[in-house]
């Protein structure tokens, strides 16, 4: 079945650094791939979907800057928090539908943690 | 505007049958998805539901009435591993899934 990679699953940083989260669909091509965040006990959070090729739709309260988004292929997608701080410290998960309608397919999330 | 509800909290007990329900008002529809999520980890597929009725997977069954904005999930012969929070998710008409905050479940022995 469809497999969407995302690395790495964990990563600590230090505050002020920035952090890369590559997702990556195995077997099908995303078109769009969806970017969420989950702080804990809460629910999935949009925050931005990515089209190949094109720049990313952010949700409302979503800085841009802060997290730069890359779709530049049909099979990668990466996010980048710039300027890590402390509540950043987060769980990232990237989903992509193999095609419209379709159940997304989740990475594994990367727990980020900023010191 | 768009919103998906469904409870916060349910507890079960092993062996038993619980269903979560979810109601959803979306702009358009697209159809109605069942996620399972245990904590720290991503969500897992469950269920899809676009026509009116019951669909059954094994112990896990889902259905939707697209007249009422409704959808259940029945989770059947309860496991301890079972314990996790449900998600309910409604494609609206641009396929955008609208999330639900999900429904933790607890299963006691």
């Known amino acids: 079945g469809a497999v969407v990679s995302q690395h790495p699953s964990r990563v600590i940083c230090k505050s002020g650094t920035s952090v890369k989260i590559e997702c990556r669909s195995l077997?099908?091509?995303?078109?769009?791939m969806f970017w969420y965040r989950q702080f804990p006990k809460q629910s999935l959070m949009l925050m931005a979907t990515s089209n190949e090729g094109s720049k990313a739709t952010y949700e409302q309260g979503v800085e841009k800057d802060k997290f730069l988004i890359n779709h530049a292929s049909l099979t990668l997608s990466t996010l980048t928090v710039t300027s890590a701080h402390p509540e950043d410290s987060s769980f990232y998960i990237c989903?992509?539908?193999?095609?419209?309608?379709?159940?997304?397919?989740f990475g594994n999330g990367t727990r980020l943690t900023v010191t | 505007g768009q919103n998906i509800d469904q409870p916060t909290e349910m507890t079960a007990t092993e062996g038993a049958i619980v269903q979560i329900n979810c109601t959803y008002q979306t702009s358009g529809f697209n159809g109605l998805f069942w996620y399972q999520q245990h904590a720290g980890e991503a969500p897992t597929f469950l269920s899809y539901?676009?026509l009116d009725g019951l669909e059954e997977k094994g112990r896990f069954s889902s259905f939707l009435s697209r007249s009422k904005g409704y959808s259940y999930l029945l989770l059947k012969e309860l496991q301890m591993k079972d314990s996790a929070s449900y998600l309910c998710a409604a494609m609206d008409s641009n396929y955008q899934l609208i999330w639900g905050a999900g429904t933790k479940l607890i299963i006691k022995p």
């Open positions: 539901n676009v």
């Open positions: 077997d099908f091509q995303a078109t769009t």
């Open positions: 989903s992509a539908p193999d095609r419209e309608s379709s159940p997304l397919h």
